[in-house]
């Protein structure tokens, strides 16, 4: 195994993973859903409605609630946020670090990602000619 596959594997134990039936009751209850997928990773794939597009590269800043740049929604460091990306690899990694570095202690990954969102079935937006699909 790499040592990317250990650190990914280290960070999946550690974080609190959620199945995106899990997901969608933790929307519903408040939490904040963050895409952390690039803008043309979002334009190929889709979207979630709702979901709060945080490129990976600035993640750190949005997310930590002491930061000038965090985001406006965020409003304490126990408030649930689930993060999201394509296939659950980044968002695992992401959920550690904003856990052990940036103090937030509600925080989730889809695990998946945007993939077992689809493949659950759950609507998603398209940016082709139709607007919102059901896988």
């Given at each position: 195994m790499s040592a990317a596959d250990d650190l990914y594997e280290a960070a999946?134990?550690?974080?609190?993973?959620?199945?995106p039936a899990e997901t969608v009751a933790a929307v519903r209850r408040g939490a904040l859903l963050i895409d952390l997928r690039p803008t043309e990773y979002r334009w190929r794939e889709g979207e979630v409605s709702?979901?709060?597009?945080?490129?990976?590269?600035?993640?750190?800043?949005?997310?930590d609630p002491n930061s000038d740049h965090r985001l406006s929604e965020l409003t304490s460091p126990d408030q649930e946020v689930v993060l999201m990306c394509s296939e659950g690899y980044s968002s695992a990694l992401s959920a550690d670090l904003a856990q052990r570095e940036l103090g937030l202690r509600n925080v989730a990954d889809l695990e998946g990602g945007f993939a077992a969102w689809k493949e659950a079935g759950l609507p998603w937006i398209s940016h082709a000619p139709t607007q919102l699909r059901r896988s």
């Amino acid at each position: 195994m790499s040592a990317a596959d250990d650190l990914y594997e280290a960070a999946a134990a550690r974080v609190r993973r959620l199945s995106p039936a899990e997901t969608v009751a933790a929307v519903r209850r408040g939490a904040l859903l963050i895409d952390l997928r690039p803008t043309e990773y979002r334009w190929r794939e889709g979207e979630v409605s709702g979901a709060i597009p945080v490129p990976r590269h600035v993640l750190e800043w949005r997310l930590d609630p002491n930061s000038d740049h965090r985001l406006s929604e965020l409003t304490s460091p126990d408030q649930e946020v689930v993060l999201m990306c394509s296939e659950g690899y980044s968002s695992a990694l992401s959920a550690d670090l904003a856990q052990r570095e940036l103090g937030l202690r509600n925080v989730a990954d889809l695990e998946g990602g945007f993939a077992a969102w689809k493949e659950a079935g759950l609507p998603w937006i398209s940016h082709a000619p139709t607007q919102l699909r059901r896988s």
